[in-house]
C-alpha cells in the first residue's frame, strides 16, 4: 500500500499509477469509483502504468484519490500514485479512453490469475451462456501474461485478437456495472476458441466430447497431455500406480517427484497436513504448487520423500475434468521430456509429447511464451519461492536506484532472467538449465521478449552475467549488444537478491552464501561463502568451508560417492567405505585412484558437496537422478530423529572446518548409530557452525541483519535448527524470488545497478 504524494486539493487532478495496474480490471475500478463521487474525466492505459484525469467537488476529489489506493481490485500491485494539479477542462462525464504509448512501456505486467469463483458458478449453471465453456473469464480472473504480445495490455495486443467478440460478449464488455467491463479476454461459446482432443486415428471435436473422452482415458490409467495457461501438462491417475509408472518410463523421469492436483480443497486436505500459512499460499492468486508434509502415500508420486507437491484447479478446464468424472487426484508435471522447456505450442506438443501422451488436449487459444506452473512452501522464516512462474511472474521484485536498463542473464540453473526498466526490476518466469539447448533457445526468447515488450534498445543496455567464463548466460551475454557488461560473482549475488527484496541498500549484512558451486575472484569452485558489506559498498569475503578436492568437477555433483572420495581424501585411518555397512561402489574406489594420481581433481568449498558426502556416509550410495536429490533425501532421513547432539563443526576464526564432523559420521555409522540420528547429528551440526560463525564476525563486522541464500537454505530442517542458535538476531531469507539459483538475476541487477551509479 502506498500514499499519495500529494493530496488533491484543487477541483481537477492528473494522476498517474505505476505498478501492476493493466489487465487486473484496473480501469473498470477507476471508472466506477469515478461514478460513485460524480466525479468526471477520463482514464487510460499508458506505457507506465494507468493515467486518470478527475474533476470535480473538492471532498469528492480527496475521497476518491484516497480509495484509489485502499479498495484497489486483489490482483494490483501499486507501486506509487502521483497526484498533480490540473486544469478543469469542464468534462460532464467520466470515460475509458484508449490506450496511449507515448514513450517506452514500463507499466507492470499483470500474472495469469486463476478461474474466479464467479465464474465457476457461472460454468456449471446451465441456465447461462457459458454453461461449460472452457475459456470463461472476467475482469477478476484468467490469462495475462500468457496471452500478451505487447503493452499496453489491450484486446489488440493479445493472442485473442482473432476473435471478434460476437453482440453479447461486445454489450457486457462495454457495460460498466458487468463484471467483463474491460475485460480483453472475454469470449463465450458462440464466438471464441474451444478445444479438441486429438487421439490416434482422428480427434474428438466440440469442448464436452473431448473432456469426456480425455476423462475416460485417465480414468482407464492413459496419460493426457492437456494445454493450460502457459503450456502443456501431462496427466493421470495419480491413484493407479501403474499409469504412474508409465507416466515415469514416458518422460524419462526416474525418481524427481510429481506435483499432484486434488479436485478440491477438502480433499488437498485428505493428502498433505496443511498450516494455516500453507493453505493460504494454497488459495493465494498465484495458486503455486505447495510443499507440504505428505497423509498419505501415492506410490510413485514422491520417492523417497515425506512431501507432496500439491495445487489447486487453477483453469476452466481442470474444473470441468473433475466434474466430468475425472480421478479425485491427478498427477500433474510439466508437458516435456525430463529437464526441456514444456512445451507451449501446438506443433511442439505434437512433436515431443506424443510419444508420451495418449491423448493431446489441444486450445485454440494461442499461447504467447511457456509459463511453467510455480512451487512454493510456507517455510521457517516465512512464505518460500522455489520456482517463481505461473501466478508471480513477471512482476516487480524491487526498485534499483538507476535509470539505465539492465538485463541480468542470472546463472545456468534453474535459470530465468531480470530486466530493469526506470530502476523497476522485473524478474522473469522460470527458464530451465541451460545445459540443454532447448532451454538456451528459450533463454534466447525471454531475452527477446521482455526487451521487445520494454522497447529497450540494446546499444542502451547494460549487461549483468555470472563471472564464470564457461557459463552459456556468460557467453550469451557476450554475444548480446549493449552498452556495458558487469560480471558478478555467484554468491555475491545471491547475498544481494536477499537485500534486493528489501531494497537495504546500505545496510551491512553477515551474508551466508551455500550452494552447490559458483566461480570465484579466484577462479577456484567455492560454495559456502560468507561476506560482510552492503549492497551500497559491497561485499568482502571473511569466511567459507575448509577446501577440500573435487575430483571430476561438476560430476561430482551426480554422484554421492565421487564427492564422498574427495571431502574424505584428509582424513587419517578411514575403515574400508567399500565394505558393509557403507556398501560404497566400485565407482568410488576408481575415484580414490584418480586423487592419487592428481588428474581432473580441482579444490572447493562447495557446501552442497559437503551434503552429498554426509548422504553417502548415511547411505545414499546410487547416482543422483535431479539436482539436490542426495541432499533433499538426507534431511527426509533426519527428519525420523528426535532431536540429537551434533557433530562437532569447529570455526577456527576464518574458515569451518569439516574434518571431525565427517570423521565423527564415519565412526558412528561403522558402530551401528541409527542413520536417522547420523543425519539429524549432521544438520545439527552444520546449524551450530553457522550460528558459531556469526558470533564470531559480529565484533569485527559490526554486521546489522544476517543473510541466508543459496539452494542449500532450501533445507527446511537447517532453517527450523538455526531458529534458536540466531534468537532475536535480524535474519534474512528470499521471499519474492528463489534462494536457489533462480534468484540470481536480481542480485546481479542490484550490485549492477550501484557499480553504474558509482562511474555514471
Same mark, same amino acid.
Given at each position: 500500500?502506498?500514499?499519495?504524494?500529494?493530496?488533491?486539493?484543487?477541483?481537477?487532478?492528473?494522476?498517474?499509477?505505476?505498478?501492476?495496474?493493466?489487465?487486473?480490471?484496473?480501469?473498470?475500478?477507476?471508472?466506477?469509483?469515478?461514478?460513485?463521487?460524480?466525479?468526471?474525466?477520463?482514464?487510460?492505459?499508458?506505457?507506465?502504468?494507468?493515467?486518470?484525469?478527475?474533476?470535480?467537488?473538492?471532498?469528492?476529489?480527496?475521497?476518491?484519490?484516497?480509495?484509489?489506493?485502499?479498495?484497489?481490485?486483489?490482483?494490483?500491485?501499486?507501486?506509487?500514485?502521483?497526484?498533480?494539479?490540473?486544469?478543469?477542462?469542464?468534462?460532464?462525464?467520466?470515460?475509458?479512453?484508449?490506450?496511449?504509448?507515448?514513450?517506452?512501456?514500463?507499466?507492470?505486467?499483470?500474472?495469469?490469475?486463476?478461474? !474466479?469463483?464467479? !465464474?465457476?458458478?457461472?460454468?456449471?449453471? @446451465?441456465?447461462?451462456?457459458?454453461?461449460?465453456?472452457?475459456?470463461?473469464?472476467?475482469?477478476?480472473?484468467?490469462?495475462?501474461?500468457?496471452?500478451?504480445?505487447?503493452?499496453?495490455?489491450?484486446?489488440?495486443?493479445?493472442?485473442?485478437?482473432?476473435?471478434?467478440?460476437?453482440?453479447?460478449?461486445?454489450?457486457?464488455?462495454?457495460?460498466?456495472?458487468?463484471?467483463?467491463?474491460?475485460?480483453?479476454?472475454?469470449? !463465450?461459446?458462440?464466438?471464441?476458441?474451444?478445444?479438441?482432443?486429438?487421439?490416434?486415428?482422428?480427434?474428438?471435436?466440440?469442448?464436452?466430447?473431448?473432456?469426456?473422452?480425455?476423462?475416460?482415458?485417465?480414468?482407464?490409467?492413459?496419460?493426457?497431455?492437456?494445454?493450460?495457461?502457459?503450456?502443456?501438462?501431462?496427466?493421470?491417475?495419480?491413484?493407479?500406480?501403474?499409469?504412474?509408472?508409465?507416466?515415469?518410463?514416458?518422460?524419462?523421469?526416474?525418481?524427481?517427484?510429481?506435483?499432484?492436483?486434488?479436485?478440491?480443497?477438502?480433499?488437498?486436505?485428505?493428502?498433505?497436513?496443511?498450516?494455516?500459512?500453507?493453505?493460504?499460499?494454497?488459495?493465494?492468486?498465484?495458486?503455486?504448487?505447495?510443499?507440504?508434509?505428505?497423509?498419505?502415500?501415492?506410490?510413485?508420486?514422491?520417492?523417497?520423500?515425506?512431501?507432496?507437491?500439491?495445487?489447486?484447479?487453477?483453469? @476452466?478446464?481442470?474444473?470441468?475434468?473433475?466434474?466430468?468424472?475425472?480421478?479425485?487426484?491427478?498427477?500433474?508435471?510439466?508437458?516435456?521430456?525430463?529437464?526441456?522447456?514444456?512445451?507451449?505450442?501446438?506443433?511442439?506438443?505434437?512433436?515431443?509429447?506424443?510419444?508420451?501422451?495418449?491423448?493431446?488436449?489441444?486450445?485454440?487459444?494461442?499461447?504467447?511464451?511457456?509459463?511453467?506452473?510455480?512451487?512454493?512452501?510456507?517455510?521457517?522464516?516465512?512464505?518460500?519461492?522455489?520456482?517463481?512462474?505461473?501466478?508471480?511472474?513477471?512482476?516487480?521484485?524491487?526498485?534499483?536506484?538507476?535509470?539505465?536498463?539492465?538485463?541480468?542473464?542470472?546463472?545456468?540453473?534453474?535459470?530465468?532472467?531480470?530486466?530493469?526498466?526506470?530502476?523497476?526490476?522485473?524478474?522473469?518466469?522460470?527458464?530451465?538449465?541451460?545445459?540443454?539447448?532447448?532451454?538456451?533457445?528459450?533463454?534466447?526468447?525471454?531475452?527477446?521478449?521482455?526487451?521487445?515488450?520494454?522497447?529497450?534498445?540494446?546499444?542502451?543496455?547494460?549487461?549483468?552475467?555470472?563471472?564464470?567464463?564457461?557459463?552459456?548466460?556468460?557467453?550469451?551475454?557476450?554475444?548480446?549488444? $549493449?552498452?556495458?557488461?558487469?560480471?558478478?560473482?555467484?554468491?555475491?549475488?545471491?547475498?544481494?537478491?536477499?537485500?534486493?527484496?528489501?531494497?537495504?541498500?546500505?545496510?551491512?549484512?553477515?551474508?551466508?552464501?551455500?550452494?552447490?558451486?559458483?566461480?570465484?575472484?579466484?577462479?577456484?569452485?567455492?560454495?559456502?561463502?560468507?561476506?560482510?558489506?552492503?549492497? $551500497?559498498?559491497?561485499?568482502?569475503?571473511?569466511?567459507?568451508?575448509?577446501?577440500?578436492?573435487?575430483?571430476?568437477?561438476?560430476?561430482?555433483?551426480?554422484?554421492?560417492?565421487?564427492?564422498?572420495?574427495?571431502?574424505?581424501?584428509?582424513?587419517?585411518?578411514?575403515?574400508?567405505?567399500?565394505?558393509?555397512?557403507?556398501?560404497?561402489?566400485?565407482?568410488?574406489?576408481?575415484?580414490?585412484?584418480?586423487?592419487?594420481?592428481?588428474?581432473?581433481?580441482?579444490?572447493?568449498?562447495?557446501?552442497?558437496?559437503?551434503?552429498?558426502?554426509?548422504?553417502?556416509?548415511?547411505?545414499?550410495?546410487?547416482?543422483?537422478?535431479?539436482?539436490?536429490?542426495?541432499?533433499?533425501?538426507?534431511?527426509?532421513?533426519?527428519?525420523?530423529?528426535?532431536?540429537?547432539?551434533?557433530?562437532?563443526?569447529?570455526?577456527?576464526?576464518?574458515?569451518?572446518?569439516?574434518?571431525?564432523?565427517?570423521?565423527?559420521?564415519?565412526?558412528?555409522?561403522?558402530?551401528?548409530?541409527?542413520?536417522?540420528?547420523?543425519?539429524?547429528?549432521?544438520?545439527?551440526?552444520?546449524?551450530?557452525?553457522?550460528?558459531?560463525?556469526?558470533?564470531?564476525?559480529?565484533?569485527?563486522?559490526?554486521?546489522? $541483519?544476517?543473510?541466508?541464500?543459496?539452494?542449500?537454505?532450501? &533445507?527446511?530442517?537447517?532453517?527450523?535448527?538455526?531458529?534458536?542458535?540466531?534468537?532475536?538476531?535480524?535474519?534474512?531469507?528470499?521471499?519474492?524470488?528463489?534462494? &536457489?539459483?533462480?534468484?540470481?538475476?536480481?542480485?546481479?541487477?542490484?550490485?549492477?545497478?550501484?557499480?553504474?551509479?558509482?562511474?555514471?
Amino acid at each position: 500500500m502506498v500514499e499519495a504524494e500529494q493530496a488533491c486539493r484543487i477541483q481537477a487532478c492528473r494522476i498517474k499509477v505505476r505498478g501492476v495496474v493493466q489487465g487486473v480490471g484496473f480501469r473498470p475500478f477507476v471508472y466506477r469509483l469515478a461514478h460513485g463521487y460524480a466525479l468526471s474525466g477520463w482514464v487510460l492505459n499508458e506505457g507506465e502504468g494507468v493515467e486518470i484525469h478527475i474533476e470535480g467537488e473538492e471532498q469528492a476529489l480527496e475521497s476518491f484519490v484516497d480509495e484509489l489506493v485502499k479498495q484497489a481490485p486483489s490482483a494490483a500491485s501499486i507501486a506509487a500514485v502521483d497526484v498533480q494539479p490540473a486544469g478543469a477542462g469542464g468534462l460532464t462525464s467520466f470515460t475509458i479512453r484508449e490506450s496511449e504509448l507515448r514513450a517506452a512501456p514500463s507499466a507492470g505486467i499483470a500474472p495469469d490469475l486463476p478461474v !474466479c469463483s464467479q !465464474c465457476v458458478r457461472e460454468l456449471f449453471d @446451465p441456465e447461462d451462456r457459458r454453461f461449460h465453456y472452457p475459456y470463461i473469464n472476467c475482469t477478476e480472473c484468467g490469462p495475462r501474461y500468457s496471452i500478451l504480445l505487447a503493452l499496453p495490455y489491450d484486446r489488440a495486443n493479445t493472442t485473442m485478437s482473432a476473435w471478434e467478440m460476437d453482440r453479447p460478449c461486445s454489450d457486457q464488455y462495454r457495460e460498466p456495472s458487468d463484471r467483463r467491463f474491460h475485460a480483453q479476454p472475454v469470449a !463465450c461459446p458462440a464466438c471464441g476458441p474451444h478445444y479438441r482432443l486429438e487421439i490416434a486415428g482422428g480427434a474428438v471435436e466440440g469442448d464436452g466430447a473431448a473432456i469426456s473422452r480425455a476423462v475416460q482415458i485417465l480414468r482407464d490409467g492413459g496419460i493426457v497431455a492437456m494445454k493450460g495457461l502457459g503450456g502443456y501438462h501431462l496427466a493421470c491417475d495419480a491413484g493407479n500406480s501403474a499409469a504412474v509408472r508409465l507416466l515415469r518410463e514416458r518422460k524419462y523421469r526416474k525418481e524427481k517427484p510429481f506435483a499432484v492436483m486434488p479436485r478440491d480443497l477438502d480433499t488437498a486436505r485428505e493428502l498433505v497436513r496443511l498450516s494455516g500459512a500453507a493453505e493460504a499460499l494454497l488459495t493465494s492468486p498465484a495458486r503455486p504448487i505447495v510443499l507440504a508434509d505428505a497423509r498419505v502415500e501415492l506410490e510413485g508420486i514422491a520417492p523417497e520423500c515425506r512431501e507432496l507437491g500439491v495445487m489447486l484447479p487453477y483453469t @476452466p478446464l481442470h474444473h470441468l475434468l473433475f466434474a466430468a468424472g475425472a480421478p479425485d487426484v491427478l498427477a500433474m508435471t510439466s508437458g516435456n521430456r525430463s529437464s526441456e522447456p514444456i512445451a507451449y505450442t501446438d506443433a511442439d506438443a505434437r512433436t515431443r509429447l506424443s510419444g508420451i501422451a495418449d491423448a493431446l488436449m489441444i486450445g485454440e487459444r494461442p499461447i504467447a511464451r511457456r509459463v511453467d506452473d510455480s512451487v512454493a512452501r510456507a517455510g521457517a522464516r516465512g512464505p518460500v519461492i522455489l520456482r517463481r512462474s505461473r501466478g508471480y511472474a513477471p512482476c516487480q521484485v524491487s526498485r534499483v536506484p538507476t535509470n539505465f536498463p539492465i538485463l541480468a542473464l542470472g546463472a545456468d540453473l534453474k535459470n530465468a532472467i531480470a530486466l530493469s526498466v526506470g530502476g523497476d526490476v522485473i524478474v522473469s518466469q522460470h527458464i530451465g538449465d541451460l545445459e540443454h539447448f532447448s532451454a538456451f533457445e528459450a533463454l534466447r526468447d525471454t531475452v527477446r521478449d521482455l526487451t521487445a515488450m520494454y522497447s529497450v534498445r540494446p546499444q542502451d543496455l547494460v549487461i549483468a552475467h555470472d563471472l564464470h567464463p564457461e557459463y552459456v548466460s556468460t557467453r550469451h551475454a557476450l554475444e548480446l549488444e $549493449a552498452r556495458e557488461r558487469i560480471a558478478v560473482q555467484h554468491h555475491e549475488a545471491h547475498i544481494a537478491s536477499v537485500i534486493a527484496e528489501r531494497e537495504a541498500w546500505n545496510v551491512r549484512v553477515l551474508g551466508f552464501a551455500w550452494d552447490g558451486t559458483g566461480y570465484g575472484h579466484d577462479g577456484s569452485i567455492q560454495g559456502s561463502e560468507v561476506f560482510a558489506g552492503s549492497v $551500497a559498498e559491497g561485499f568482502q569475503r571473511v569466511s567459507h568451508l575448509r577446501g577440500a578436492l573435487l575430483p571430476g568437477g561438476d560430476a561430482a555433483a551426480r554422484f554421492p560417492v565421487q564427492a564422498a572420495a574427495g571431502f574424505l581424501a584428509g582424513l587419517d585411518g578411514l575403515p574400508d567405505l567399500t565394505a558393509p555397512p557403507f556398501d560404497f561402489p566400485e565407482r568410488y574406489g576408481r575415484t580414490v585412484q584418480l586423487l592419487r594420481r592428481g588428474m581432473r581433481t580441482f579444490p572447493t568449498t562447495s557446501a552442497g558437496r559437503l551434503f552429498d558426502t554426509a548422504a553417502a556416509i548415511a547411505g545414499f550410495t546410487r547416482p543422483s537422478t535431479f539436482e539436490g536429490q542426495a541432499a533433499m533425501w538426507l534431511e527426509q532421513l533426519a527428519r525420523r530423529s528426535g532431536p540429537v547432539d551434533p557433530y562437532p563443526f569447529p570455526f577456527d576464526g576464518n574458515e569451518l572446518d569439516y574434518r571431525p564432523l565427517l570423521r565423527a559420521m564415519v565412526q558412528d555409522r561403522r558402530a551401528g548409530r541409527d542413520p536417522a540420528s547420523i543425519a539429524m547429528a549432521f544438520h545439527a551440526a552444520i546449524a551450530q557452525g553457522i550460528a558459531a560463525t556469526a558470533a564470531a564476525l559480529r565484533q569485527e563486522h559490526q554486521y546489522e $541483519a544476517i543473510v541466508l541464500s543459496g539452494g542449500v537454505f532450501q &533445507n527446511e530442517l537447517l532453517l527450523e535448527l538455526l531458529r534458536e542458535p540466531f534468537g532475536d538476531q535480524e535474519v534474512w531469507t528470499n521471499h519474492a524470488v528463489p534462494p &536457489n539459483d533462480g534468484g540470481i538475476c536480481l542480485g546481479q541487477a542490484a550490485l549492477a545497478a550501484f557499480r553504474i551509479h558509482s562511474h555514471a
